[in-house]
């Protein structure tokens, strides 16, 4: 009789990135909807890890990151946004941004914990936190403009409350967090127990000017943080899966417990190239305008389209309302464009636990400006 298994995670299957890539691939459809850039990565980073595997960096590096590379993501946050981070005690180099946002919350969320989470959400959040014992209080963003109703976060935060994931600039809605959203944040979290995961991985990539509100830049927060950052999304090289974490020492005490555990330590070579790439400040504090111009020029190639552009803050995603052209649910359309008009899409209801259904998709516009018109000339032809 062959053995039974009870599922860890049994409304869990292949992730929709997964399968919307697939289908693209098989389709010969420009993949606009997997989060990854279509063109190289700078010639200058590929240099440097070159040099270090030449060199000899080709073996384990230290548990928390490379100190050179550690010493420098301190010195970023500190000078950007004002913190006071100790590379020694308060930095992890992991991964990718999805292993620390694994290990941040497999280090502090208990059986029986709650965590609040913010709707459409990033599709890791929740299997994670239910890996590790705890319950998903999920308070929906308010459509079209995915701005925080904090009445229902405040009516949603109990004693049980252990954790809130905030994620800005937004996946999937390209929104970005206003200075007024980080002092209610503070406000309501004085005086708890309530610790604060900032998945900020788009932080470089926000747009017209307005500045990143990490919770860095609120000693009562960051005393309270877990910030995850990913240098795939600033350096377009997101199948090299290095990111981080910064938080003060206690916090990262744990952290590290967990992160030693899951995967020890991070490509070194990879290290070594970002720890030279950010010493040139201008790579990352001209991403924003970067993407700005792929933002604009993809905007206006589907101005003569019937999909509604929503508004795009920040992150590399567009959003597009189609309620003008079907009402198919946003899942039957994504699959339906793939395969008939060569362009994939995520549809937005799946960032939700409760099948919420605005007819929008998700379009990523971090590829060149080549595959943007040709996906922008098939859009426009619905």
Known sequence: MAPTLRSKLPNVGTTIFTVMSQLAHDHHAL???QGFPNFAPSEQLLEYAAEAMHNGMNQYAPMTGLKPLRERIADKHNRLYGASYNA???????PGGTAALFAAIAAVV??????LIFEPCYDSYIPTIELCGGRAVSSALQFPA????????????????RLIILNTPHNPSGRVWKQEDMLTLQELTRD?????LSDE??????F?????QSVARYPELAARSFVVASFGKTFHVTGWKVGYCLAPAPLMAEFRKVHQFMTFCTNTPAQYAFSRM????????????FYQRKRDTFRSLLQGSRFELLPCEGSYFQLVRYDKITKEQDTTLAVRLTKETGVASIPVSVFYTQHTDNHVLRLCFAKTDDTLEQAAKRLCTL
């Open 278 to 289: 950010l010493e040139n400040t201008a790579l990352y504090e001209n991403l924003g305008a």
């Open 146 to 161: 995915y701005s925080v109703d904090w009445d229902d976060v405040r009516s949603k935060l109990s004693p049980r409350t």
């Open 88 to 94: 020694d005690t308060d930095v992890t180099v992991t």
């Open 31 to 33: 993949n606009l909807a």
């Open 208 to 212: 017209d000017g307005a500045p990143h």
């Open 110 to 115: 208990q059986q029986g914990d709650e965590v």
């Open 201 to 206: 991985v788009y932080e470089h990539v926000i």
């Open 192 to 196: 708890t127990g309530i610790l604060i």
